[in-house]
């Protein structure tokens, strides 16, 4: 099981875990196993809680790019015969990069803060099914984009209280997924895998061995 500031995202149907926070959000990963308290329900092996970053006082930001190029693929072939060499061609990256910005800070000095993020990834590659066949410029790619969004608050209405709350949304598409030299254009399947996730905490210490927490949280995939 996988949760995000204790809000579960898996999908119903087979337990599987579908909420994908960038790995930027988080400030900690809280591991739970057998002997945990009430609170984290049933599960086997271990449960993993994400704890996302809030704004602080500071303003604090992240813009991060990565890529990856065609010819920047290896070839392990070259003890292979030319017969076998064809038909294990490595995978051909046709576009490949993902993009990450966030910004933190105060809204209300001392009181308000903000922490928001938004990722983009692409991942073009040219289907393992044409490696054998030259490349026509109507050749079907398979395409996978996934944009991420990611805003919370934080508030502090007297000293010892703290509000929380945040709403997430990403979703995965692929594109031609079974695309090969025997699918007509018109039988190229695409997914389109929307989620989202929401969350609001409130915690007060109601004395020295005592603490109050309230939350609610809410997990839909389409």
Known sequence: PFSLDGTGGNEPGFGSPVAAPSANWIDAVQVVSLGSSAEYGEFTGARLNAITRSGSNRYSGLIEYWTT??????????SLAPNLARQFKPLEVLEQWDTTNQLGGPVLRDRL??????EYFKYARRPSAF????????????????PKLFLKFTTAPIRSSRVEGYFSAFNSKGTNLNASPLVRPEALSSSDQPARMGNVSFTWPLGDRTLLETRYGDFAWD
Request: net charge positive.
């Open 69 to 78: 190029k065609s010819n920047w693929t290896g070839n392990n072939r070259g």
């Open 131 to 146: 490696a054998t066949t030259p490349r026509t410029t109507d050749e079907p790619r398979m395409l996978t984009r996934e």
């Open 113 to 118: 803060w903000f922490f928001a993020g938004m």
